[in-house]
Each structure stands twice: as structure tokens, then as C-alpha cells.
């Protein structure tokens, strides 16, 4: 979302109707079609073969590079494979998910969000509105931060500045309560880290798709707000379609970081809004990872990558899960306008901003804000 977009409300074209969203600039608005959600091309939503980004020659990184720049350019949304996050993580991890969600809510309630001061643990059902417009979030979530206790590449947590220290937003109390699931720790820890390591590649891929160094956000990245979230979402009702508000699992937003790798099944239910208002279904692909564009990256980007509106609905009889990890710099670090996406026609559009004030903007435009 672009700051051009704010606060002025557009006339709806025939054809379309007006969706609200929340941004950390304000109220943003954007005409939708009221034509039926369709099923995305791979024109549309491409899908790259990352596994470049492993190799020892600058080339075969620089050749996925540009694929995810066209991607970022144009939708905002990518699907990634060869990624070499192991099935095996995965499944164990989703079955950590199965088994925390599959409780008892009074079990479920040790660890509810409303205890955490940084919105880890659980969020029951009927807890969340993402979007004011469409209805409450027909979702449960848990959610974990990043701990530098269980980075692989921290080997000494007292060595960490002050500085980086004071924008951690880990919290013990997940894992002390949810001891009753003895797998259920090591199976979304597991998880995490890999994410994390691929993350760690993958930032280092979006610098050469800005015609940066390769180590450019490394330093700004080495203690990351990288977060996982496990997303539960049982069938929409047949009263939920019935109440004014159009029905969802989880509202229209956008991702608030650098960008988002979601691991989604395949019962489906992801929907991106393309740049001319339609509704594109983003159907799982088996071995695929969908990766999109976060707030964050298009301010610093000066609106070069996309930052693209994306909701979920579940109307199928099964249950689905997905599970996003969320990726941005350490909250300390500020970043203005990249060098290379300014020039004499392109100057910038935004200051500098840190990550953790642009956190704390976007949370002050919604209920979250007693939280910050």
C-alpha cells in the first residue's frame, strides 16, 4: 500500500465494489470486482525454482533473482520450490499444529494471547477482525517470535548488543504452556529454524533483485523479526454466510515485514487481489511454499515491489492449516528508500523509518494498540 493511497475514498466504478483496509499510514481503499473469485494462471502467480540460490555461482543466484523481481514487480506473490525445507519438518510440524488445535479450549486457554504482552500464544475463535469491513476472523491461531536462544547462528546471547536485545519479543511462556504436548516445542521450533535458514538465503536473493550487494541486509537481518504462526481454520457456517458482513477465515490485508513464506495445504482457500480489483485463487501446489511481498519492503523499495491484499475463506468441509513464517530486519535497524530504486525521475517517496516504529504504527491503527 502506498502512502498515495490513503485516506482519500474513490468513486466505485460500476462493477466494483469499495474494499476498506488498515495500514500503518491509515485507512486505505481499493475498488474490488464483483465478479467471482477465479483460479490464478502461472502467468498471474509464477511459480520459481529457488534452488539457484544454493549454488556457488553468482549466475544461477542472479538467474532466480530475476525471476523473483518480475514476480515482486508486477503481483507481489511467488511459489517456491526447491526450496529444501525437508517434508519431514513439515508434516511434524503440522501434526504439532493438529494436536495443540484438536484440544480442549479450557487446555487451550493456558496459553491464550490476551496473557502475552507481544501477541504470542493463542488466539481462539472469534478473538480477531483483520479487516473492519468483512466479518470476525473465522480462525484460531498460535503464534511464536524469534528467541535468539534457539538460533542456530547465536552462540553466545549475552554477547548480543543491548540494542538488538531490547526488540526481542520472545516469551517462555509457550512452550511452559504447552509442556503437556511433549513433541510440540521441538516440532514447531524445527520448523522455524528451517524457515529461518532459507530466509537467511533468500534475503540475500531479494538484495540482487535490487541490484544490491548480495550482504546488503545481512546485518540488519542477523537477529530478525522472523516469526511462525499456526493458522486453524475450521469450515465458514452456514449462519456466518448469511450475516451482512461478507464471511472470511482470515480478512483482507496486507503483510506487515520484508516478506511472508506460507506453507499452506491442499484444501485451498488462499485469495491475492490483483492491481485491477479481482479476486485471484491462489490453489495449493504440492512441494510449494507461497512467498508475498510485505508492507515494509514496499516503502523501503519506494514502491517497486508489491505489496499485494490477500485474505483466506474456508468454505470446503475440511479443516485447513497453513503456516506462515514472517520475515523482517532486527527491530532496532532503520532503513530509508534503497540507493537503487532513487534516481532523478524516482526520488523518495518515504523517510527512514525503523522497523520496530513501523511495527508500532501499524498496530496503532487497530485494536492491538493497548498491546504495543
Given amino acids: 500500500m502506498s502512502a498515495a493511497e490513503v485516506l482519500t475514498q474513490p468513486a466505485v ?12 499510514y491509515g485507512p486505505v481503499f481499493r475498488p474490488v470486482k464483483t465478479t467471482p473469485p477465479r483460479d490464478a494462471t502461472t502467468e498471474e502467480i509464477p511459480v520459481i525454482d ?8 553468482i549466475t544461477d543466484r542472479k538467474a532466480v ?3 523473483i523481481r518480475n514476480a515482486a514487480t508486477t503481483i507481489g506473490f511467488f511459489y517456491m520450490k526447491g526450496h529444501r525445507i525437508p517434508d519431514e519438518v513439515i ?3 503440522l501434526k504439532s499444529a493438529r494436536d495443540f488445535f484438536h484440544q480442549p479450549e479450557e487446555i487451550k486457554q493456558k496459553v491464550n494471547q490476551v496473557n502475552s504482552k507481544w501477541f504470542n ?5 472469534r478473538a480477531n477482525r483483520v479487516n473492519v469491513v468483512e466479518s470476525i ?21 549475552d554477547s548480543i548488543p543491548q540494542e538488538i536485545k531490547d526488540g526481542f519479543r520472545a516469551e517462555e511462556y509457550v512452550w511452559e504452556q504447552t509442556a503437556n504436548l511433549p513433541s510440540f516445542k521441538e516440532g514447531v521450533l524445527s520448523y522455524w529454524r528451517a524457515c529461518l535458514a532459507l530466509a537467511r538465503r533468500l534475503v540475500r536473493v531479494f538484495a540482487l533483485a535490487l ?4 550482504d546488503y541486509f545481512d546485518q540488519k537481518t542477523s537477529h530478525p523479526d522472523s516469526a511462525v504462526a499456526l493458522n486453524y481454520y475450521p469450515t465458514i457456517t452456514e449462519s456466518a454466510l448469511q450475516a451482512p458482513e461478507e ?4 480478512g483482507s490485508h496486507t503483510d506487515l515485514q520484508f516478506f511472508t513464506m506460507l506453507w499452506q495445504d491442499q484444501n485451498g482457500g488462499l485469495q491475492v487481489l490483483t492491481r485491477d480489483g479481482q479476486w485471484l485463487n491462489a490453489t495449493p501446489i504440492e512441494g510449494t511454499f507461497v512467498v508475498n511481498i510485505g508492507d515494509y519492503l514496499q516503502r523501503i523499495t519506494n514502491d517497486r515491489f508489491i505489496s499485494t491484499v490477500h485474505r483466506a475463506k474456508n468454505f470446503k468441509a475440511a479443516e485447513r492449516f497453513s503456516m506462515p513464517f514472517f520475515f523482517g530486519f532486527n527491530f532496532n535497524e532503520t532503513c530509508g528508500v534503497l540507493p537503487s530504486c532513487i534516481d532523478e525521475d524516482h526520488p523518495a517517496k518515504y523517510d527512514p523509518i525503523s522497523c520496530e516504529e513501523w511495527v508500532r504504527l501499524r498496530f496503532s491503527k487497530t485494536t492491538l494498540e493497548k498491546k504495543t
Fill in 247 to 250: 464471511a472470511v477465515s482470515i
Fill in 13 to 24: 466504478p460500476p462493477g466494483y465494489k469499495l474494499l476498506q483496509l488498515t495500514t500503518s
Fill in 137 to 157: 476472523d473465522y480462525r484460531e491461531s498460535f503464534g511464536m517470535r524469534y528467541d535468539p536462544r534457539y538460533d542456530p547462528l547465536v552462540d553466545d546471547v
Fill in 121 to 125: 500464544g493463542w488466539s481462539g475463535p
Fill in 211 to 214: 541490484d544490491l550487494p548480495e
Fill in 65 to 67: 533473482a530475476a525471476e
Fill in 50 to 57: 529457488i534452488s539457484g540460490i544454493f549454488s556457488d555461482d
Fill in 91 to 93: 508434516q511434524t510440524c
